[in-house]
């Protein structure tokens, strides 16, 4: 493995406190998802097909899931359904809100929309988050 430096530290940390070890195959994806100024939007096949379109020697499809799925159960990913119950993964563990425009997903902060009125929670249950996606389409004009 490559010697860690403390820009790695991040990335090897947020890999061990999922349960993993840190490889360089799941470093690279970790510093891939985490090192970015804005927050990152995905599917593992569009993570996989991104990264692996720059490399000589693939990453297995097998790491990119477990990887994902590892980190989102650590709470360093979030996960969310959209068409045809896709999951997507957002790097942006804060609650907040999407709009979803053709496959493409952006944030909206959360203080951007605003509920008069909520039902309430089924029975033993309470409301934990409310995430509202916004799907948009293009103006017939």
């Known amino acids: 493995m490559e010697k860690m430096n403390n820009k790695n530290k991040i990335f090897i940390d947020k890999l061990r406190s999922s349960g993993l070890r840190p490889t360089k195959q799941r470093v690279e994806i970790s510093k891939f998802l985490f090192n970015r100024k804005k ?6 096949e569009e993570l996989k097909n991104s990264m692996n379109l720059k490399r000589s020697k693939k990453i297995s ?16 990913l979030k996960e969310f359904s959209l068409e045809n119950n896709t999951s997507y993964y957002d790097t942006n563990i804060t609650s907040h809100h999407h709009f979803f425009d053709n496959g493409k997903v952006i944030d909206i902060k959360s ?3 605003t509920f008069h009125k909520l039902p309430d929670a089924p029975k033993g249950k309470k409301i934990k988050n409310v995430e509202v996606v916004i ?3 293009n103006n017939n004009q």
């Open 135 to 137: 799907r948009l389409e």
């Open 61 to 76: 499809t097998a790491t990119f899931y477990n990887t994902v799925h590892a980190l989102k159960s650590a709470g360093h």
């Open 111 to 113: 203080d951007k929309i």
């Open 39 to 44: 927050t990152f939007h995905f599917t593992v």
